[in-house]
């Protein structure tokens, strides 16, 4: 028998096998899918947004813009038209603060108030302190805003008589004031919002183009002898034309 003998540390018999090249490929290919999977789970993980700090997010939630700080707001009313005075060429909301150029003529009662052309008064009588209210022009093509005595003639339009006063807008042409029936051309646009400025105390009248603040389109002195009252003109042949007497907080 050959006699045994005892193998050394470090002979060739105690060397672990060379790794099969087939093996090495097999696990970097699996890396790499598990890599590449990883990048595309990570892709689409949609990262939450931070909330929107504003009170409406989305468009269509009806999000009132913010109150102008109006420099009349201590003084502002808000007229309600008058039902006597009323043509019957125009009708007015529930509310009374939309005055409407009807299709058709309106059944009102009789009045010997009531206007035979397209005019209203608003019920208020104004005959002392500071007064501001503020009216929409957009939906209207024609019209003319002011105050007049209630005496005022009810075949007369507003502004030509000497107890009445006004802006107005023909719907082309410059923008005018009328004052004691004498008309003054104003260079300035066509106002969407005209806030009246009534000041008795001074016995004062202005005008003014309203929008992110009050701007000066005219102002004259008055003096009646009587209350003056809001006064409004609409083109009677424009049915669907409108005014509205804006809420009397600015």
Request: charge should be negative.
């Given at each position: 028998p050959r006699p045994h003998t005892q193998k050394r540390a470090g002979d060739e018999g105690d060397r672990p096998a060379p790794a099969s090249?087939?093996?090495c490929t097999s696990v970097f290919l699996t890396?790499?899918?598990?890599t590449s999977l990883l990048n595309c789970l990570g892709s689409l993980v949609e990262v939450p947004e931070a909330p929107s700090t504003s009170a409406c997010p989305l468009p269509n939630q009806n999000c009132p813009a913010p109150k102008r700080a109006s420099r009349f707001a201590q003084w502002a009313i808000s007229p309600t038209f008058d039902l006597r005075s009323i043509s019957h060429s125009l009708w007015v909301s529930e509310d009374q603060r939309t005055v409407t150029v009807s299709h058709h003529p309106q059944?009102?009662?009789?009045?010997r108030e009531r206007f035979s052309i397209s005019q209203v008064f608003c019920s208020q009588a104004l005959s002392s302190g500071r007064q501001y209210w503020e009216v929409d022009t957009k939906s209207c093509s024609h019209w003319a805003v002011g105050v007049a005595s209630w005496?005022?003639?009810r075949d007369q339009i507003l502004g030509r008589?000497?107890?009445?006063?006004?802006?107005e807008w023909k719907g082309t042409g410059?923008?005018?004031?009328w004052s004691l029936g004498k008309q003054t051309l104003l260079d300035s646009d066509r106002p969407g919002v005209v806030g009246v400025w009534l000041d008795l105390e001074e016995g004062k009248l202005a005008f003014y183009s309203v929008?992110?603040?009050?701007t000066l389109l005219y102002e004259c002195e008055v003096s009646a002898?009587?209350?003056?009252?809001?006064?409004f003109w609409l083109y009677g042949l424009c049915p669907g034309n409108s005014l509205t007497i804006e809420q009397g907080k600015f």
């Open positions: 090249p087939y093996l890396l790499l899918v598990a059944s009102y009662p009789w009045s005496g005022m003639s008589t000497t107890d009445s006063w006004c802006v410059p923008l005018a004031a929008a992110s603040e009050e002898s009587s209350p003056l009252h809001p006064a």
